[in-house]
Every structure is written in C-alpha cells, then in structure tokens.
C-alpha cells in the first residue's frame, strides 16, 4: 500500500526560543525527515539492526562488534580500562584524566556545586574559578561521585525469587527481600573499602535481567576549574539541541581520599591530535531512562496521551513563569527564574522532539517490524509460546484502561511540585492529611511529622503562585471541563485567574505564615477555608484515579519483564536495554549530517563563536565574558571547539569522555542535536548527532586565556603539581 505522508515544512532551528506564546510551536519537520518520508510505502520499511541503539552494558560488552568493526583488539581488559577510568556524578558522567584523580565534566554538570561553593563577596558562576595551587581545590559540600568497580549478573537469583512468589503485594516483598540480600552480600564483599561501597541493583530489559552494580562512593571532591556561565552555557536556551554549536561547556574536579589526591588504578589520556571526520569515537556514561522497548500500544498510548499532556502542562508552567519574569524582573532575576525556565524549556524541547518522532509514519512502522519479529520469534519457540502467549495483547488492553484516565492525567501532573506547583495547594493536601490523621487519633509524633510537612512547604512570591494557582486551575478547566465538580469547586463561575485571586485572599495557607498560626491554634478550619473546600473535592477523585492508575502500571511493569525475559532469550545482549542510568558504552563516528538544505560541519571553531558573539550583539545568550569578550592573545581561532558523531547517547551522557580506540580523551559530550531527539524511541545515526567539547579547545582555553598551566602539565605528563611556579619549571625544562 502506498501511503500519503503529510510532512510540515522545516522551520529555523538555530535561535529558536521557546517561551511565552511561542512555546505553542511544535519544532516544524526536518528536512531530512521530509525527504525520507515522501511517498514512502509504509509496508516495505523494516526495523534496522541497531533501531534499539547501542548503549552496551560492561556486563555484556560488544568485544567481537567492537574488533571485527573498528580493527582493534577491544579484549576484555579494554573493556575493564575503559569502566573503571569512567565515574558517575549527580544527573550526569565524568572521567579521571590523570594518575591524581583530576576529574574531566560538563561545565553544566557542576553548576550548582560552583555557585554552592562561592563564598561571601564571590558569584563563581559568573566569574569562573581556578585553583592556582593544590591548596587552593575547593571542598564540594554534599557532593559525590560513584565508581563503579565490580558488576554481577543476579538474573537469576531475582526471577527464580519472583517466579516463586505470587502476586501484587508478596510478588514486591519477595523482589525487596532477593535485592536487599543481593546489596547485603556485595557491601560484604567488598567491605574493605569502608563506608564508601553502595550496591544499586538495576533492573534491565524492563525487569527481563537484572545485574548488581558496586560502587565505590567518594564523597571528598573539590573544584579545580570552571569556566564562566557565559562560556560553558554559550547560546543559552535558544543553541540548546542545535548544532553548529560553539560552547566551551567543561569543568575539573579532582578526588580526594584521606585527605590526599586519589590514585586511579586507570585513567584517560588527553589527546593532542583530537579526532577528524571518519573517526570512530567511544562514549561512556550513564544515559537516562529510554522507551525503546515498549510496544506499539505503549508507543501510541504515550503519543496520544501521555507526552501531549506533558507538553500542555511545560508549556503553561513555562508561559506563568515568563509573565512573571516580565512583571517583576528584579524579583526574578534574584530568585534566578531564568534557570527554572531554562529547566522547562530543555524538558519542552526534549518532549516536543519525543512527540514528533511518535508521530513520524516511518520510525512508528520500523517499530511495529520490530515488534512484529519478536511477536514471530516468541510464537515460533513452543516454550516461550506457552510461557508469554498474550503479553502483547495484554499490554495493549492496559494502554486502554490508561487512556480510560486521560483525563485526571492531564489535570493532575505534577501537582506536589515544589519549582512548578502551587504551594498554597500544597500545604492544603499536606493539611487535610494532618486533619484526617488528627481525627482519626494519631499519636502525638506523626501529627508532629504531618505538622512539619506543611511548615517545610515554602512560599513562592505571591505574583507566581498566583499565576501558578491560575496555571492549575486551568488545567482543570481544559482536561476535566467546565461542568465537573472538581472544575466548579476550583473556580465559582469565575476565570481561572480570578479564582486563584479569590482563594489566596480567602485562605490561611496561601503563605506560610499563614499556615504556621493556623496549626498552633489547632489547624485550619475546612468549613471557613477555601483551599481546604477545594481539596476536599479534589482528593477522592484524585485518589480513586491515582490508586487504579497505579495498579495499571504494576500490572503494565510486571508484563513489560516478562517481555524482557523473553526479548533476552531470543536476542540475547545483541540488543542492548533500555538507558536506566547505569554505565554504558557506545560507538559512534565523526560525522557531519545535512539539514536545511546544507551540511552541517563535524566541527566547530573559535571563528564561529566570535561569529556568534559579535551578531548577536546585545543578546544575553550570546554575550562572552570579560577576558573572552576579545580573542585573547595566543589563542588560535581555528582551533576545534565543538564537534559531532554518531554515537547513541541520551540524557545522563553529560560529561561522558569521547575516547579513541587506544582510550585517548578527544571530548566531552554536552548534548544532542534536535534530530537527536527521537532517540528516545529509536537510534537512527543518519540523523541524529551527539554535540562534544574538543579536548583542543579545552587546553588551548586552559593554556592562553586561563593560564592553568598546572592543569595543562598534569595533563600532558601525568605529574601532579601544587603550584604553578612547579608547573612552569617543569614546562621549561621539557
């Protein structure tokens, strides 16, 4: 059958800002995209080889892909090397790249640990930092970073417990119970390392597998360098998933253990050639959580309901926010409103980017031949027939039951969010708790507890938790409709802004003050006070949806494994798990793509930054910082800056180290291009990009414009120096 595919044309990309009204814009269709789906017969297109990606697990290592690939022996003590030069921080990846536990990361990686670690008079962000001597590495306060040093397979020993237990509730106590002992064992083991070890049993293949990760936690870690705001976060939100790109987005942190620079038993080496294009690059990291083993019904659930519901719920969050920002500047600029936004439109981006590849005809049919074959594979083996007939069917009965609550999903997102929810509306669920717990004679103690969650709810400035009341109230409105109950409750025949005015006069919770006078005087009254009336409609059927909802998921994950189990027996560690946040290994090649009718460049230089700097001039995302504003002296511009390729990385790869075959740093990957985006869902390498840092620019910032000439010795001889006088005899006398 030949299909008739309607393709949007392709918009501007580069520059595009997402907030305000403009957030109601969907990215437009690539052009790539276009030219691959016109008048494509949909019943020809087949599933790829690599659609479900490459994110290979240690445990399970590609060494014969790897070898027979790329030309290179990629043994097992490659594969060791490679995991244990590898670290996991908060959110993101990094890497040893010396012998004394100096650290290689994004700059974005480390933010709020820079802006934690500026002192009285300093704003580290926006100046940048550098530890001239040893002495000078600033403690990270509640920072850590995890290595991973043992993994071992528990599959085994976690299905055989779950297959004995029966459902529901037993079947979870005896998956506590089976990690827990799992966890037990491997702090034992490795009881040597002191405090520090911590066992995470992850789940793979959506429960199919599941493998023990021991790390060894770290806790003393200090700042070596980080460039300014300006620089690692060039072309702010409107560059954020574009390429060309020209950000210089790195940072150092070096470990320390007793009190003395850690000593890795592996680490990366800096390269000083860096990479050209053709050049296979692997990238180690921690990728986030991927949807690229669901089912079609699954799939067409999250595009319908889910991810649409998602986006209505950044987009408004992030219009309240910029009227806010509009109406009081001053009052958000300190409350740093910026960085709220730019977390709403990075999380916008990402899901519009999602949304668009559910709804391309030719990714969704390479899924269903996908699932078609492993449907076959399953049928055609009598045991695994008779072990998992109707997983698939019944997936895609539950996708219905979900859809059945669409509505209250819509409505109901995230409404105990600290940054995007109302704190009034907050305080009035934690205060009927409290209430009913009173009522009902709980002890002195729990009160207490359920008195202290309504104290620890902050209050945000009456002009955004109006907008942000309002922002609620509409979602009533657009999901639930203007007759429901809940609907009438929240709004009194008025606009949704005039109800959230009315509520906030009306009620002793809309600060916390407020609510701290009510509880010493015995509690608010849920007669008098209008956000607690407003609960008290809202909570029976919010908990009557949250509690089926709930059991559909169990269910839903319960099958989800068992498909997993069945995937891995067929497949085997030939298709790799979902991302879940543990290490992982990709490869990839240095690769420029087409877009918008040209070539996008597999790098960057200085040149195009300066490009960008001086036209855009004026512009707060393109703006350089004091010592940059002017190329500084020495700096070669042609240097490489940013550069792209192939490999499967998603969100967590942040920091991640791009090596060589032979484990030479060429860069850090920051982000993905907006082609990228879909891979969520499904790898495609003739389109999407991982955006890195160039290890060239790096040290040439480090070397003219930084003068970390102690950063830039230890680099490339391996010694540690506490001072730069150190570092400069040494260089001279090289």
Not at 306 to 318: C, E, H, K, N, T
């Amino acid at each position: 059958m030949q299909a008739a595919i309607t393709v949007r044309p392709p918009g501007v990309r580069r520059g595009l800002k997402l907030c305000g009204s403009a957030a109601a814009l969907l990215f437009a269709s690539l052009g790539v995209l276009e030219a691959q789906t016109r008048n494509t017969d949909l019943d020809t297109v087949r599933a790829g080889r690599f659609d479900n990606g490459k994110m290979w697990t240690f445990e399970d290592p590609p060494e014969a892909y790897f070898t027979e690939t790329y030309g290179f022996s990629a043994d097992e003590a490659w594969f060791r090397r490679a995991r244990l030069s590898v670290l996991r921080i908060t959110g993101c990846s990094a890497s040893f790249v010396s012998p004394n536990g100096l650290v290689a990361t994004n700059h974005h990686c480390v933010r709020g640990a820079v802006s934690r670690a500026s002192r009285a008079g300093e704003n580290l962000l926006d100046s940048g930092f550098y530890a001239a001597t040893l002495e000078e590495e600033r403690p990270l306060e509640a920072y850590f970073a995890d290595h991973l040093i043992s993994i071992e397979d528990v599959s085994d020993e976690v299905l055989s417990a779950l297959d004995r237990a029966g459902g529901g509730e037993e079947r979870d106590r005896a998956r506590r119970a089976v990690m827990e002992e799992v966890r037990a064992r491997g702090r034992e083991t490795y009881g040597d390392q002191g405090d520090s070890v911590w066992v995470q049993v992850v789940s793979l293949y959506n429960g199919g597998r599941y493998s023990a990760y021991v790390f060894r936690r770290f806790t003393d870690v200090r700042l070596v360098q980080a460039v300014e705001l300006e620089l690692g976060f060039f072309g702010g939100d409107p560059d954020n998933f574009t390429y060309p790109r020209y950000a210089l987005d790195f940072a150092f942190l070096r470990i320390y253990v007793d009190g003395a620079p850690y000593r890795p038993e592996h680490h990366f080496t800096w390269s000083q050639a860096g990479v050209e294009e053709g050049d296979v690059v692997f990238v180690i990291g921690n990728p986030g959580q991927t949807n690229r083993l669901r089912t079609m019904a699954q799939l067409e659930y999250q595009r319908d309901i889910q991810v649409p519901a998602l986006i209505g719920f950044l987009r408004s969050r992030l219009d309240a926010l910029e009227e806010y920002r509009r109406a009081r500047p001053e009052e958000a600029e300190a409350l740093e409103i910026r960085n709220r936004m730019f977390g709403l439109s990075n999380s916008l981006k990402a899901s519009t980017g999602r949304l668009e590849a559910l709804g391309d005809p030719v990714i969704m049919a390479r899924k269903r031949d996908a699932e078609r074959k492993l449907s076959d594979s399953i049928r055609g083996n009598p045991e695994l027939e008779a072990r998992y007939e109707g997983v698939f069917e019944r997936l895609a009965g539950i996708q219905v039951e979900k859809a059945e609550h669409a509505a209250a999903f819509g409505a109901l997102v995230a409404q105990t969010s600290s940054l995007y929810a109302s704190s009034t509306l907050r305080r009035a669920l934690a205060a009927d708790a409290y209430l009913e717990a009173r009522a009902e004679g709980a002890p002195a103690d729990s009160l207490e507890l359920l008195a202290l969650e309504i104290r620890r709810i902050g209050d945000q400035p009456p002009e955004l938790e109006r907008r942000l009341l309002a922002a609620r109230f509409t979602d009533f409105e657009r999901y639930f409709g203007a007759n429901h109950e809940i609907t009438r409750a929240a709004l009194q025949g008025v606009t949704p802004a005039e109800a959230a005015d009315a509520l906030l006069a009306g009620s002793v919770l809309a600060d916390s003050a407020g609510a701290a006078a009510a509880l010493a005087a015995g509690g608010p009254s849920p007669a008098e006070d209008p956000a607690l009336r407003l609960v008290a409609a809202l909570l029976p059927i919010s908990r009557r949806y949250r509690s089926e909802f709930n059991r559909l998921l169990t269910e839903e994950n319960e099958l989800a494994a068992q498909l997993g189990r069945a995937r891995f027996a067929i497949y085997g560690g030939g298709v790799p798990p979902d991302g879940t946040f543990s290490p992982r290994i990709t490869d990839g090649v240095v690769r420029g793509f087409e877009y918008n009718g040209t070539l996008a460049p597999p790098y960057t230089t200085f040149y195009g930054l300066y490009d960008r700097h001086y036209g855009h001039a004026g512009e707060v995302a393109w703006a350089l910082p004091g010592r940059w504003s002017e190329p500084p002296a020495g700096l070669d511009l042609s240097t490489p800056l940013n550069f792209v390729s192939t490999a499967d990385t998603y969100g967590g790869n942040s920091g991640s180290p791009a090596v060589t075959p032979d484990q030479t740093l060429v860069g850090l990957n920051f982000d993905r291009n907006i082609q990228g985006l879909s891979r969520d869902f499904i790898y495609l390498p003739e389109r999407g990009r991982n955006v890195m840092v160039d290890v060239r620019a790096i040290r040439a910032a480090l070397d003219e414009v930084y003068d970390a000439d102690r950063i830039v010795e230890e680099l490339e001889t391996g010694r540690l120096f506490e001072t730069e006088a150190e570092a400069d005899a040494a260089a001279a006398g090289r």
